[in-house]
């Protein structure tokens, strides 16, 4: 990543992860867990988590890959790789975890290894190229890469409902272009195919991941809604530079989820992609 996104997940937004990483971990981890259980860990087996937060899925997969294996998750923010550091260190059986705060596309990585794995990790190249490059290359010969990202805005109104509704009350840039770094960067299943085989990967696969979330119980409105904004950086940037218009924001966010409401709880459309694919097998 570049400096610009170095800054910003070590920043307001890389701080409000950490500061909500239980909830964000319990909203997030069915998706995670679809592209995990096709790249099928297997005890033994040295594993790089990329984009690894707050450390859920490193954690998850030191499980996975138990007795004999080991997994090294990495990350450009700073607090979050703070924070999943000592999250390890609380656990009883994490002595094969390690992480790293490093950027993908210009440091090296401490491979090979034999898989590589991404829960929303990679959505934020500055260059997607050099950033799956790098991947490919730090995989051993036929490694295999799972991530999951995010389909379409429009399939995915978890994201853009209370965003979409404080950014009408705080203003800001408008959103990242299409295939600019940002939660939608890589929605275009045919890009995804040409970005990674461009990258050097082969028997690249896209297909359809989870499609709902659960934010939470409907007594939480205004606390999911102030969550759901400080998992964005667009609109967790407006915030910060706004701070006057904050509550604002998060009460006009917390109406919009109140009309997304399903026997006492918040759910919502949040459309996925599971991508899948190997670094060449030797000739």
Same mark, same amino acid.
């Given at each position: ?48 988590? @990329?984009?690894?937060? =707050? %450390? /859920?899925?490193?954690?998850?997969? !030191?499980?996975?890959?138990? &007795?004999?294996?080991?997994?090294? *998750? ?84 978890? @994201?853009?409902?209370? =965003? %979409? /509704?404080?950014?009408?009350?705080? !203003?800001?840039?408008?959103? &990242?272009?299409?295939?600019?770094? *940002? ?88 459309? =996925? ?11």
């Amino acid at each position: 990543m570049s400096a610009t996104q170095a800054e910003l997940w070590s920043g307001p937004v890389g701080r409000s992860w950490v500061r909500n990483a239980r909830m964000y971990d319990t909203i997030l981890e069915p998706l995670g867990r679809a592209a995990l259980d096709r790249l099928e860990p297997s005890p033994g087996h040295r594993v790089l988590d @990329i984009g690894c937060g =707050t %450390g /859920a899925t490193t954690l998850e997969i !030191g499980r996975r890959v138990r &007795p004999g294996g080991t997994v090294v *998750g990495v990350d450009v923010s700073r607090p979050m790789i703070e924070f999943a550091q000592a999250r390890a260190a609380d656990e009883a059986d994490a002595d094969n975890v390690e992480f790293a705060r490093l950027d993908v596309e210009s440091d090296p990585l401490p491979g090979p290894f034999d898989a590589a794995f991404s829960r929303m990790g990679v959505m934020f190249f500055e260059g997607p190229v050099a950033g799956f490059s790098a991947i490919a290359s730090a995989l051993r010969t036929g490694g295999r890469f799972a991530f999951v990202c995010y389909a379409a805005p429009a399939a995915n109104p978890f @994201i853009t409902v209370p =965003t %979409g /509704a404080a950014l009408a009350r705080l !203003g800001g840039p408008p959103p &990242p272009p299409p295939g600019g770094p *940002g939660p939608f960067a890589l929605a275009d299943p045919g890009y995804v195919h040409s970005l990674l085989e461009s990258a050097g990967f082969e028997s690249v696969s896209v297909s359809p991941g989870p499609d709902e979330v659960i934010l939470g119980p409907v007594e939480d409105l205004d606390d999911i809604a102030r969550q759901a904004l400080e998992q964005n950086p667009q609109a967790m940037m407006a915030m910060t530079a706004n701070p006057g218009a904050r509550e604002d924001a998060v009460a006009a966010a917390a109406a919009a989820l109140g009309d997304h409401v399903t026997d006492g709880e918040v759910r919502m459309g949040a459309k =996925t992609w599971v991508v899948e694919a190997r670094s060449p097998r030797s000739t």
